[in-house]
């Protein structure tokens, strides 16, 4: 290379230069290169990446040596700084040692800027340096303070002589940066970044005052902390500034406290843009808005997220016209949105988004036409409308997601077409979606989930790049077919999760090339599945098709996508076998559930080894017919969520399912199985061990050490549980031991059980007192359930002041004394049943600070006095279930607490209560709820309500001294599905107001001193009622016989000497009055017919009885069932023509429960005695009523199950 050659090239501007430290650097036949570096291998080398290239100089120069450029200066062979540059072959290669740079005079060196086109010659590189072996890449951290890692600055001065630009961004440069840096002494620099580096956390340094020509200054995640200093105020000319950080709450923050804000940029007379994100602003209210507008007229961006700024917004913002980026997000503005923002001409940007706005949001904003962004997500007071769109707008990002945005949206959303991000997630946006949205077509994500759209879905097929779309739900219906998108080739997410779409789901939709996501659970669709072409390019990951109707056996080709990790189809109606060898194809598989559908999974022992199955980290085959555990289970050493619920499985808990490694949640309720094998305590990462509803028995197993959730319920297990139990449940949210034959006292040790929210120790034989400190613990408590066991003693008066107990259920032990008055504490109280005990007490009206409590039982104990409370205040506006029967109530029946009651007296929307329950959440990330439970009387049956419909409500005040008139009022709870006042003292009419109780479907007004008519109003009106019983009362007239009431039998009326008509033998005059006057002389043909043929029946009947044995038998038989049922409603026992227990059985739907005499069921059984009457328990997830061996007999109204000689009990 010539000398003047050489010359030009130092005319060329390098800026920004990043450290590396090289070992060894080989070129080949450079032409400049006359001593290979080989020569000198001892030699140090220090180069510098080049960042930035400015000027003439290509980046292809740069990839054409290896995307590295290098300058080398060594002073041991250079003799002067002169003859750095003297252009000699013999000295053309330079280098310099920087660990001894006292050694130059910097002052004479020229602009090194150029050095590096030196090498542009060379041929080639033996290797790129990526990888050469000899080399090592590594920053420059050659002593421990930051001083000599700058002393690379001194080089830089001269290099930027003519340069006015350093950026050191992302280099990790770690330690402190004092005030007397070599880096202050750069006073041409204009533009520095020392963004992304590792400072930590170290004092924000003062020394960038000296730099007072610089223009652009970024210090962003740099790594400083604390105030930010008013030297830095003095940089009059800087255009742009950023301080700002990411917040983490542990980590000290930059801080404007003194300086404040204002005192910062009151200088800034030139500043364009200012990024403070995340740094502690601590401007009282608005002042930030003024210090702002005061100082910054040039203002273009304002970015001032996390901040910790209050509001509200004021209009002094307004002076910055030239405004066009504003973010103010995550701050506590707390604040309306003011309408000026649409006067800003030139915005184009807007964060708002977690500020806690509110109020309705100015629809005059989203038209401002030079608008691209718009986020205000995470407001979740923040409301309002969509406007009509302009045509041709600019918005291009749109994002209302958590906000309380409604109304439907307009058809000229379609205007916005050049919006790319549009998610309105979880608003209350409703109606159809427009079938303008086609005209988007530069959309690429999507998100309109958790709204209440309804209808069909529209065609996205002119978005072409559109890689996200989430509709899940919402109530969208109609049928996706291949046209919905067949043109979306770049489609990765597709969400339709919980609607109503239906149909069959198209083959096409598993064709893109593109799609790993795809998610339809929750929704109606059927048919079967086909099977699917084209897998082995298919790039599915994630297939969910749970909770649909669809039908047929699992297609194969299912399990031949080879990158699919996850796997559901449960709760369908899918059928057939399944050879769980298939999966071991799905070498990628982690989460597979077949769970709830009619399938057989079987496995081939003798097949594939264990071994070549996938490891899975979720398997759910619950309800699949298994009978063993299948043998590749004990292989899965990455196993988290197993569940093989309600299966067949018999025999043993094989003991090394206690050793899988990381097993976190096992679930074998509803199997066969006997004994238990191994110690879950072995099980060291379970948290959710669930084996109740089985047939386990002997002691209670070890508990897993860190268990969460533990339901041992409905076994057969029998022992004394352990004095220390608590100490095992240290981390335990749930434990329930119900429906076991555990005995002995409640150990006090279980009060160490802290984090416990819900204990269920019902249905046992726990004996002895309620320890103490058990009520102490319903602060932390929310359900409390001791249930039907023998506990005795008095109910400890140590409810604390903050307790948070939701159910408290003591029923059925023989606890004495009164109702605790410091049970007023728990406020929260949802369910309170103390019956069956011996509680003598009056109504407790203490309670009344409970406001949402919806089932209050004190049925069969010693209460006495008035029913209901005093005063004006409204008590238990939500109660939906009252059973105080078989107490020692008087007076007249209440009338004024029962308006309160509005539960009972307004209807709520039944789509939406058909899957609302009674329920504590224990676990919510999790779905694991407590189901409260309830037994009630029902037409005459005991039910236990496993699952209490919140619209399910009764009224049952039977056996008291209740007496006067039944209160007209009683006709405005038009929610009330069971009403029952029998067994009291009751006068008067039966008033015509009942007939507004049109969801009723049992009423029961038996045995009180009720006269008059039955209400015609009643049959016309009461079209659910399925039970009905007036008997032994004092009614008169003609009984009502049309809709309902004609379904009923004589044991509904009898009892009333004045009543007539079907179904009493007792016949009615015309129209149920006495008979008109008639002259003597005419002569009653219907009388005498009337008589013939009672006559001539008769003969009929009995002649066969007489002549006839085997209808003897069966007219005996059929008497005997009859009487029976006439019989113990009344109370009364009898016994038939044979010994015998007669059993019954029913299945039963969740909405209604059937009639409790079935008549065509019990038409063809042969009579065997005595007649009972269980208790039956309502399960309406497994939608069937069982027979319930504990439930203890009562006597009238319920039917008795008392033999002739001794009560029947359990």
Not at 94 to 116: C, E, K, Q, V, Y
Not at 304 to 322: F, I, V
Not at 565 to 592: A, D, E, F, R
Not at 685 to 703: A, E, K, M, V
Request: with cysteine; glycine share 6%.
């Amino acid at each position: 290379m010539k000398r003047h050659q050489t010359q030009r090239v130092f005319s060329e501007t390098v800026i920004g230069l990043n450290i590396i430290q090289l070992h060894a650097l080989y070129f080949e036949r450079s032409s400049l290169l006359t001593t290979p570096l080989s020569s000198n291998p001892s030699l140090p080398l220090l180069g510098f990446q080049i960042r930035t290239v400015f000027g003439r100089l290509p980046p292809t120069r740069l990839r054409s040596t290896g995307s590295w450029a290098f300058i080398f200066v060594n002073p041991p062979l250079i003799p002067s700084p002169q003859r750095l540059f003297a252009g000699s072959n013999e000295n053309s290669v330079l280098f310099i040692d920087f660990l001894d740079t006292h050694m130059l005079n910097f002052a004479r060196l020229p602009d090194l800027s150029g050095l590096w086109p030196m090498f542009e010659r060379s041929e080639r590189l033996v290797a790129q340096i990526e990888k050469q072996p000899r080399i090592r890449f590594s920053f420059f951290h050659k002593t421990e303070t930051l001083e000599s890692e700058f002393r690379l600055l001194y080089v830089a001065r001269c290099t930027l002589q003519r340069g006015t630009g350093l950026n050191l961004s992302s280099e990790s440069i770690s330690g402190g940066l004092d005030n007397s840096s070599s880096l202050f002494s750069l006073q041409y620099l204009q533009n520095l970044s020392l963004a992304y580096n590792k400072f930590n956390y170290s004092q924000f340094p003062s020394g960038f005052d000296k730099l007072t020509n610089l223009r652009h200054l970024n210090l962003s995640n740099a790594g400083f902390a604390g105030q930010i200093p008013i030297e830095l105020s003095s940089l009059r000319r800087l255009v742009i500034l950023d301080l700002s950080t990411l917040y983490f709450p542990e980590i000290p923050p930059l801080k404007l406290e003194n300086p404040n804000l204002e005192m910062l940029v009151q200088n800034f007379a030139e500043l364009i843009e200012l990024y403070l994100d995340g740094v502690n602003i601590s401007e009282q209210g608005d002042e930030w808005c003024g210090a702002l507008s005061s100082s910054l007229k040039n203002l273009t961006v304002l970015s001032l997220s996390n901040c910790n700024l209050l509001g509200p917004l004021n209009p002094s913002l307004l002076k910055l016209q030239s405004l066009s980026s504003i973010r103010l997000d995550n701050n506590n503005l707390s604040a309306l949105v003011p309408e000026f923002f649409a006067n800003f001409t030139n915005l184009t940007s807007l964060r708002l988004s977690s500020s806690g706005l509110f109020d309705i949001f100015p629809e005059k904003i989203f038209q401002v036409p030079t608008l691209e962004v718009l986020d205000l997500s995470n407001n979740a007071r923040l409301g309002g409308s969509l406007p009509d769109f302009p045509q041709n707008g600019y918005l291009r990002t749109l994002v209302l997601s958590h906000t309380n945005f409604s109304g439907k949206l307009p058809h000229s959303i379609g205007n916005l077409t050049m919006l790319s991000r549009m998610d309105f997630s979880s608003c209350n946006f409703s109606g159809s979606i427009p079938t303008t949205m086609a005209n988007l077509t530069q959309l690429l994500y999507l998100d309109m989930s958790f709204n209440n759209f309804t209808g069909p879905i529209p065609s996205f097929s002119k978005a072409k790049n559109l890689t996200q779309i989430n509709l899940s739900h919402n109530d969208l219906t109609g049928q996706i077919t291949s046209t919905h998108w067949e043109e979306l080739k770049n489609l990765v997410n597709l969400d339709l999760r919980d609607n109503s779409l239906n149909g069959s789901i198209s083959v096409s939709l598993f064709s893109h090339l593109s799609l790993r996501y795809l998610q339809l659970p929750n929704n109606q669709f059927s048919g079967e599945l086909n099977q699917i072409p084209n897998i082995s390019s298919n790039v599915l990951e994630y297939l969910d098709l749970s909770t649909n109707n669809l039908e047929g056996a699992i297609p194969v080709s299912v399990f031949n996508f080879r990158g699919l990790k996850i796997l559901s189809l449960s709760s369908n109606n899918l059928t057939g076998s399944v050879q769980l060898n298939m999966i071991h194809q799905l070498t990628n598989l982690s989460s597979l559930d077949l769970s709830y559908n009619s399938l057989s999974i079987e496995f081939n022992r003798t097949g594939s080894p264990s071994s070549s199955f996938p490891n899975i980290t979720t398997l759910k085959l619950a309800s699949s017919k298994l009978k063993v555990f299948p043998d590749f289970l004990r292989n899965q050493s990455k196993l988290v969520v197993l569940d093989l619920s309600d299966n067949e499985i018999g025999a043993e808990i094989p003991y090394w399912i206690w050793k899988l490694p990381f097993l976190q949640q096992l679930n074998l309720s509803f199997n066969n199985l006997v004994t238990l094998e191994g110690s879950p305590r072995h099980a060291f990462y379970l948290t959710i061990l669930d084996i109740r509803s089985n047939r386990l028995q002997g002691q209670l197993p070890d508990l897993p050490p860190f268990a969460t959730y533990l339901d041992f319920s409905k076994n057969n297990f029998s022992s004394i549980i352990p004095s220390d139990i608590g100490d095992f449940l240290s981390y335990a949210y749930f434990f329930s031991l119900s429906s076991n034959e555990f005995k002995g006292s409640i150990h006090a040790s279980i009060c160490n059980a802290t984090y416990l929210r819900v204990l269920d120790l019902s249905n046992n034989s726990f004996s002895g007192m309620i320890p103490e400190c058990l009520v102490g613990m319903s602060s932390t408590l929310g359900v409390l359930n001791l249930g039907r066991n023998n506990l005795h003693g008095m109910v400890p008066d140590t409810f604390p002041d903050n307790c948070g107990l939701q159910t408290l259920d003591l029923n059925g032990n023989q606890l004495v004394g009164q109702v605790p008055e410091s049970l007023e504490h728990c406020t929260r109280l949802e369910v309170f049943n103390i019956g069956n005990n011996h509680i003598e007490d009056i109504f407790p009206c203490h309670l009344k600070n409970a406001s949402i409590l919806r089932v209050l039982v004190l049925r069969s104990n010693n209460f006495s006095g008035h029913l209901g409370c005093e005063g004006k205040n409204a008590t238990w506006p939500m109660l939906q279930i009252l059973d105080v029967a078989s107490n020692n109530f008087n007076g007249r029946l209440p009338i004024k607490c029962f308006y309160t009651w509005k539960a009972m007296s307004e209807s709520e929307d039944e789509t939406e209560s058909e899957l609302n329950h009674l329920r504590f959440e224990v676990l919510g990330f999790d779905k694991f709820y407590y189901q409260d439970a309830v037994t009630v009387t029902v037409k005459g049956l005991s039910m236990e309500l496993v699952k209490i419909l919140t619209i399910f409500t009764s009224i049952d005040v039977s056996g008291n001294n209740l007496e006067g008139t039944i209160p007209e009022g009683y006709g405005g709870l038009s929610s009330l599905y069971v009403l029952n006042l029998s067994h009291n003292a009751l006068s008067g009419q039966i008033p015509k107001s009942l007939a507004n109780l049109t969801q009723l479907e049992s009423l029961d007004l038996s045995n009180n001193k009720l006269t008059g008519e039955i209400p015609m109003q009643l049959a016309e009106s009461l079209i659910f009622l399925s039970f009905l019983d007036l008997s032994f009362n004092q009614l008169v007239g003609q009984i009502p016989n049309i809709k309902q009431f004609s379904t009923f039998s004589e044991s509904s009326y009898e009892g009333n000497k004045g009543l007539c008509g079907f179904p009493l033998m007792n016949k009615c005059s015309d129209g149920g009055t006495p008979p008109s006057a008639k002259s003597p002389e005419t002569f009653d043909w219907q009388f005498i017919l009337t008589g013939l043929g009672f006559g001539v029946g008769a003969a009929l009947f009995v002649a066969p009885l007489v002549f006839w044995e085997k209808g003897r038998r069966w007219y005996n038989e059929s008497t005997d069932k009859i009487v029976l049922v006439i019989l113990t409603m009344i109370g009364l026992s009898y016994t038939g023509s044979k010994d015998g227990k007669l059993e019954a059985e029913e299945d039963i739907e969740d909405d209604s429960i059937e009639d409790y005499v079935d008549e065509d069921e019990t038409e063809n059984e042969e009579f065997r005695g005595q007649y009972c009457v269980f208790c039956s328990k309502l399960d309406s997830s497994r939608k069937r009523v069982t027979h319930d061996p504990k439930c203890i007999c009562r006597s009238s109204p319920l039917i008795s199950s008392s033999s002739s000689t001794s009560s029947s009990s359990s």
